[in-house]
């Protein structure tokens, strides 16, 4: 057992997340396939005077009350393990872009869990990283996705709800964020009173989200990514007949396409932040990468990637 202090400096990282499909269907239990992406959050804890107060470097040095995330993990791991919430300072590091849809409070989170429970020497199954990373979540948001922390923690594609890792290849993604901001809890509200209203409208609709997910595991796992493409453009017609889509969402799916991309669809919940396009080669990247940027997006070029929580030497 490593004592308190010990350690000088632990540094862990975790990856945000896309959906090839299925957000908002995978609320009513229909299945979804998301995949962890090569964007990572780096969460450094460094040792300090003991008695010193918690700084949280996250870039500007600010209070831990101000990060509501990292707070969070601290208190739940001092309730549940006797550690203390002063003598140390964290900073963290991230390329991915805030509440655009791609996970980056999950990542966040997790990331912290994975650095604090390492420098204190609590041994943490990566399960119980995950299911603390929801709840972490779930009590700053009020609620949150199981799928975003479950993918920050162990990477890869998944099957959700299952949780059925696919052994697939790596993929080219390029990420185009709109920058414009968005409340995954009123969006999931929105298509929830548009479901309440016109049950048998959007219930097909739904179940035809669902079949994407299960047409398109087939396709991944077979390496048809033209069709798994075709699929992500399908899907994110129904996006937008939910009415989570936006002017600039779906400018940035159409270029993304004009451009080369297999197929490119909304990511996440939608109303703005990011869409995600599947490209063939690093070439066809660069070129859609050029076209979403004249579109004033924020983009990045990213692969899909089977690392999850790790700890960085
Ligand atoms: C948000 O990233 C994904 C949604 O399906 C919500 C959820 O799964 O909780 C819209």
């Known amino acids: 057992m490593i004592g308190y202090g010990e350690l000088d400096m ?34 450094t804890v460094h040792s300090a005077p003991p008695s010193s107060h918690i700084y949280v470097n996250a870039p500007k040095r600010t209070s831990l009350e101000r990060t ?6 601290v208190m739940m791991l001092s309730k549940q393990y006797d550690i203390p919430t ?34 204190f020497d ?45 052994s697939i290849s790596e993929f080219i993604f390029v990420i185009g964020d709109t920058q414009e901001t968005s409340s995954t809890k009123k969006l999931v509200g929105a298509v929830k009173t548009l479901k309440d209203n016109y049950p048998s409208i959007i219930g097909p609709l739904m179940d035809a989200m669902g079949a994407l997910s299960d047409y398109g595991e087939t396709l991944l796992v077979n390496g048809k990514l033209e069709e798994v493409g075709k699929l992500m453009n399908l899907n994110n017609s129904l996006l937008e007949s939910l009415g989570v889509g936006t002017d600039a969402l779906h400018k940035f799916v159409s270029v993304a396409i004009s451009a080369g991309a297999l197929g490119a669809k909304i990511t996440g919940a939608g109303g703005g932040g990011c869409m995600v396009a599947l490209s063939p080669s690093k070439d066809v990247a660069k070129n859609i990468a050029n076209a979403l940027e004249k579109c004033g997006g924020e983009v990045y070029v990213v692969k899909s990637t089977d690392i999850g929580l790790r700890l960085e030497v």
């Open 86 to 119: 002063s003598g140390y300072w964290i900073d963290v590091q991230s390329e991915i872009p805030k509440a655009a849809g791609i996970g980056s409070s999950a990542a966040l989170t997790v990331a912290t869990i994975g650095a604090i429970s390492s420098y």
């Open 122 to 166: 609590i041994k943490l199954e990566p399960v119980e990283i995950a299911s603390m990373g929801h709840a972490v979540e779930r009590a700053v948001q009020g609620s949150a996705s199981p799928t975003d922390t479950w993918i920050s923690t162990f990477g890869g594609v998944y099957r959700i709800p299952e949780r059925r890792r696919l």
């Open 10 to 43: 632990v540094c862990a990282s975790a990856p945000a997340k896309v959906y090839f499909f299925g957000e908002h269907s995978v609320v009513y239990g229909k299945p979804a396939i998301a995949a962890a992406i090569s964007l990572r959050t780096n969460v």
């Open 68 to 73: 509501p995330y990292v707070r969070e993990v």
